[in-house]
């Protein structure tokens, strides 16, 4: 069946340090890609999301590129922040089934 | 507009009893799905809704069951709560089924079984 499969954290970053957590999928289709966030006591929220192969999705200063060729959705972004410490879930889903989710990446940011 | 309301935000039980937890979705929002989310198996996907229909189900026992209501709030029920049912149980609504929707999620209910 489909399954997402996200790098483990945690990942520790100084404030300004470049980000990269990586998100590499398994579909038998063609599903469309996201990234949610969850912040620290609420609920999660889409931060950004690919419907086909080589769309780029952006959101907040962060990227992620949907890649057929390798099936990943790495997530990017150049400087990052105290404020983007939170847990984020690389996710999938094809026409007619569920939102699929990997087990999600914490990232600390300490200033 | 409001978001997705879950309720009760926290809930305790003990072992053998069921439970009951409720969505209420964005208005005008018709589908909604539900995730159990635990530190060690990440969000799991239960069971998803659309217009009072089952549309999708997850791998849990038949414990676990859903409905949706024709305001499109939905419930789910737990029965013989188990140790390893504790979980935060999360929400999600959405305006329809398609694949590239964008899901909105509450804030969850936070269930410990004792």
């Known amino acids: 069946g489909d399954s997402v499969t996200q790098m483990e954290g945690p990942v520790t970053l100084s404030e300004e340090a470049f980000l990269t957590i990586n998100c590499t999928y398994t579909a038998t289709g063609y599903p469309s890609l996201f990234w949610y966030v969850q912040y620290p006591g609420e609920g999660l929220q889409l931060l950004l999301k690919a419907t086909k192969a080589d769309d780029k999705g952006s959101n907040k200063g962060f990227e992620a590129t949907y890649r057929k060729e390798t099936t990943s959705f790495h997530l990017e972004k150049g400087s990052v922040q105290v404020s983007d410490s939170a847990v984020y879930f690389c996710?999938?889903?094809?026409?007619?089934?569920?939102?699929?989710f990997g087990k999600g990446t914490t990232l600390s940011v300490s200033s | 507009k409001a978001g997705v309301t879950q309720t009760p935000r926290y809930l305790i039980k003990t072992r053998g009893q069921q439970v009951t937890l409720s969505c209420s979705p964005i208005s005008g929002h018709r589908s909604v799905s539900w995730y159990q989310q635990t530190p060690g198996q990440g969000l799991q996907f239960l069971f998803e809704?659309?217009?009072?229909?089952?549309?999708n189900k997850g791998n849990f026992p038949g414990r676990f069951s859903g409905r949706q209501f024709s305001n499109s709030r939905s419930e789910m029920n737990v029965s013989t709560l188990e140790l390893g049912d504790s979980a935060l149980y999360l929400c999600a609504s959405s305006l329809a089924e398609q694949n590239n929707e964008k899901l909105f999620f509450g804030s969850g209910t936070q269930l410990s079984v004792l």
């Open positions: 996710a999938l889903r094809e026409a007619g089934t569920a939102l699929i």
């Open positions: 809704y659309f217009s009072e229909t089952q549309r």
